[in-house]
């Protein structure tokens, strides 16, 4: 059936992709009117009312995909799990051996077992459900805006508002919001990987110049929904949104599942381990008891019923409550998570690689000085700046903004009357500078460029020196650069400024233009450590994670500012380090290097790269377009809301404030989660393999059942009540300050350890029962069974206390209300049952009050017990979870 639903669905998608091709293609090609005319719009945007007739008409900028999140999916996915197909199976089984061929039909087994799956099933959905809400309630707090032009004037929108015939404008950092077709560009370089697999950017123009043969992602004046920004600006004209794209025409191709972290890797293989022993056990508990007791339809539902007792149907409900409840517990902490898989390996996180501006800054960058190539203040600098910074239109950074805002309090805005814009190269961060071609009113042109300084002195021939234009010899390159170094040491970021007035006529500027500039002066900023940036770094390390600078600004403004928060200065290598160094030189460096300086986004990239091959788990913190590749690179992408759409797209965290503090409590939750989940898939995992070596020694030396398979299931009902809480339950300070990696290993020799522990306890129950209790025979088997079913679920109760913790349980350790009241409610039930005529309705007799004073012995032995062996445990092998 799947095999047909999948290549329909091939079809409806090569159907998609064909159509959504055709109209693109045809779009491209298109004279520009004729275009206009399709779309029934106009290079002056669209008016409010046609925006509401298309929102209407088109719905949501948004892609969906019809099975990939519905409530149906959900409910699938909540149903359909290994554990539950393993009951159905048991139920079906049992259908045949307790109904259909049974003199007297009983279907109690069936409906305990029918039971089990429909609690996990609804407790599944219901979770996933209110995860799901939670997700949708969260990712609104994000938003991805665009600029359209609308009734005549340029509207910031969110993306998912944008409809066909929008005039979308478009500059560095921008995710293109639709299917678009360029009005104008310049230097427009888009990022399309998401689709080609292309690393590199590719440039988009307004004229064509394709043939209408080209592959459709070669055309050069289309840009495709899903694809950003890199340099540049344009503006375009939206042709097609959501699934109507040619992204979302591949929506489902694309959308596959995610690649599985190391965590969900190793649930698996132990879910995986669980199934197979139970495989293992139900033909060998069949084959001895039938052997031993000559009753194989018995044999058969007893090893039916231990099938179902070994299977930890649970463990989709313990993980995802546990992932819904870290989500909207970091939420509170204001961090977003987009992936839910994101939390454990932001609890794993041992390497923190951060951008300095904003995350160790105020990010409130202040133009402290305007200066010469002596140093002295000349004005006539920051009015060249201002000029360049004003009169650009691309994304205007924190340093535009500043040099404007001082521009603004010096009285210079009266300057820029007597200047026109006629072209500009945009910034981009290879070459790391901006330029401007202004003109006078008398005709006079003159190109402005401010950018990083070893760049601007690398196309500079010239230097302007006390009113004189001077070569760029060696003399004049070691003023400009001790000015510089001077100044940069004092930590302030500095920023060159140069200028040429011999500048052609006509004709397009490119960055060919950008040479034999005169250098001028220097702009200085100053952006101050953040007061609680120290004491975040102090308290990550405390936690276990070291904090690494990877910055695009020069050595000595980092060594300032990285050397007022804490983090390392000893070393720093620079990007011109990184790029002359192998991989082998660049490993052994990132394992004494805190602080990387003046790196390019490959570099960063890079960088991260070898943190991971060093074994460690990275995380990396940044809002630019130049943080995207490492964002991508690292196991866990962190963002702010306030950061560049490619950034937040790219991110799978988002912080609501930009601050380190918050990221402290957001590893902390995922240690947390991690730790919740562990505790579950240890006791399950010790637990089950206790219970094997439990039934599988008493039905060696047994003349009957030691339990019925309605109170096996009885049981494991009870049990799975008692595990509800796990999710909530509190995790000791201890255990949150290190970083948490999933360990295989450490569950199989936690099995070792602590089944064969529960088993020896089981079988004294066994002892007590046949020569204290005198149930020592086939009359007496209601009475043993319910010894056992007593002691079995209440040291399953307590075995949950004595497993969360290290420490001394309820003396040392409290456990979350939201556990402790399900685990008395099952006790108090399990005692009542035990020592009543109740028990009678599961086949077992009541037991006598003498055997209390027994119970109460092995359990108090059993806990002793657990404590010497978590000692022993800890001793070898350095921790208990």
Not at 235 to 252: D, H, P, Q, R
Request: aromatic share 8%; glycine share 6%.
């Amino acid at each position: 059936m799947k095999l047909f639903r999948n290549d329909s669905e091939s079809k409806q998608i090569r159907k998609n992709k064909n159509e959504s091709e055709a109209k693109l293609r045809a779009s491209a090609f298109d004279d520009l009117n004729a275009l206009f005319a399709t779309l029934e719009a106009t290079p002056q945007g669209l008016t409010a009312e046609q925006v509401e007739e298309r929102q209407d008409e088109y719905g949501k900028n948004i892609i969906t995909s019809d099975d990939g999140n519905g409530v149906l999916h959900r409910l699938r996915e909540a149903v359909i799990n290994p554990f539950n197909v393993v009951l159905l199976i048991i139920a079906i089984i049992s259908i045949f051996t307790d109904v259909v061929s049974s003199a007297r039909p009983d279907w109690l087994t069936v409906s305990i077992i029918l039971s089990l799956v429909l609690l996990s099933s609804v407790i599944a959905f219901v979770q996933s459900q209110r995860s799901n809400a939670a997700a949708e309630s969260l990712s609104k707090m994000i938003s991805n805006k665009a600029d359209v032009r609308r009734d005549g004037q340029m509207t910031e929108i969110s993306m998912d508002e944008v409809v066909p015939g929008d005039i979308v404008r478009l500059s560095a950092g921008d995710m293109i919001p639709a299917d678009v077709r360029f009005l104008t560009t310049k230097d427009t370089f888009v990022a399309q990987a998401a689709l080609t697999g292309e690393s590199n950017p590719v440039e988009k123009f307004s004229d064509i110049k394709n043939n209408r043969d080209d592959a459709l992602t070669d055309l050069q004046n289309i840009g495709f929904m899903g694809s950003n920004i890199v340099s540049g600006s344009a503006t375009a004209v939206a042709l097609s949104i959501g699934n109507e794209t040619y992204f979302g025409a591949m929506a489902k191709s694309l959308s596959g599942d995610r690649a599985k972290n190391s965590f969900e890797r190793g649930v698996d293989s132990v879910s995986a381990l669980l199934i197979r022993l139970m495989l293992v056990m139900v033909p060998i508990m069949l084959l001895i008891n039938g052997l031993t007791k000559h009753d194989w339809i018995a044999a058969l539902m007893f090893a039916i019923s231990i099938a179902v007792g070994l299977t930890p149907e649970m463990l989709p409900v313990i993980m995802t409550s546990t992932l819904a409840k870290g989500a909207l517990s970091m939420s509170k902490h204001n961090v977003i998570v987009k992936t839910l898989g994101a939390i454990q390996t932001f609890g794993e996180m041992d390497v923190l690689c951060t951008d300095k501006t904003g995350t160790l800054t105020e990010d409130k960058i202040v133009l402290e000085k305007y200066m010469n190539l002596h140093g002295e203040d000349d004005s006539r600098i920051l009015r060249h700046a201002y000029r360049n910074s004003y009169f650009q239109t691309g994304l205007k950074n924190l340093i535009d903004l500043a040099i404007i805002n001082r521009a603004v309090a010096n009285g210079l805005e009266s300057t820029l009357a007597d200047f026109t814009r006629v072209d500009e190269i945009p910034f981009d961060f290879t070459r790391r500078r901006m330029s401007v071609v202004l003109e006078d009113k008398n005709g006079k042109r003159q190109l402005i460029t401010k950018g990083a300084v070893e760049e601007l002195i690398a196309i500079s021939a010239y230097v302007e020196i006390g009113g004189k234009i001077l070569p760029l010899d060696e003399e004049n390159r070691r003023i400009s650069m001790q000015t510089y170094e001077k100044f940069n040491a004092d930590g302030l970021r500095m920023i060159a400024v140069a200028q040429k007035n011999e500048v052609p006529g006509s004709g397009a500027f490119s960055v060919a233009d950008e040479r034999d500039m005169v250098l001028i002066g220097f702009v200085g900023f100053l952006d101050p450590p953040k007061e609680s940036a120290k004491t975040a770094i102090a308290a990550l390390k405390e936690h276990g994670v070291r904090t690494v600078v990877l910055t695009g600004d020069s050595e000595g403004v980092a060594i300032k500012v990285c050397g007022k928060v804490g983090v390392k200065t000893a070393r720093v290598i620079t990007g011109k380090d990184v790029e002359a160094m192998d991989d082998a030189a660049l490993l052994e460096a990132v394992e004494n290097c805190d602080l990387f300086a003046k790196l390019s986004p490959a570099q960063k990239e890079r960088v991260v790269k070898m943190f991971q091959t060093a074994g460690h788990t990275v995380g990396y913190m940044g809002d630019g377009i130049n943080d995207a590749p490492p964002l991508h690179q690292a196991d866990v992408g962190i963002s702010v809301d306030s950061a560049v759409d490619i950034a937040k797209e790219t991110a799978d965290i988002i912080l609501l404030k930009k601050d380190l503090m918050v990221l402290e409590e957001g590893v902390i939750e995922g240690r947390r989660t991690f730790g919740n989940i562990v505790k579950y898939i240890k006791m399950a995992a010790s637990g089950n393999f206790g219970n094997m070596i439990s039934v599988m020694a008493a039905s060696l030396f047994l003349p009957f059942l030691p339990m019925l398979p309605v109170q096996i299931l009885t049981q494991n009902l009870l049990c799975d009540f008692s595990q509800m809480g796990i999710p909530f339950d509190s995790v000791d300070k201890e255990y949150l300050k290190k970083p948490r990696k999933w360990e295989t290993g450490s569950i199989k020799s936690f099995m070792a350890f602590m089944g064969p522990l529960s088993s020896i306890f089981d079988i004294l129950c066994f002892a007590v029962m046949w020569w204290a209790m005198k149930a020592n025979g086939a009359e007496f088997a209601p009475l043993f069974q319910c010894g056992w079913f007593v002691f079995g679920t209440v040291s399953q109760v307590l075995v949950i206390h004595m497993i969360r913790t290290a420490k001394i349980p309820f003396l040392q350790s409290k456990p979350s209300a939201a556990l402790l009241i399900p685990t008395l409610i099952v006790a108090a039930i399990t005692l009542i049952v035990g020592f009543s005529t109740l028990s009678v309705g599961l086949d077992m007799s009541k037991l006598p009050l003498t055997f209390i004073p027994w119970l109460a012995v092995i359990l108090a032995g059993y806990c002793i017990a657990s404590q010497i062996v978590k000692k022993i445990y800890i001793k070898k092998y350095g921790e208990w979870l």
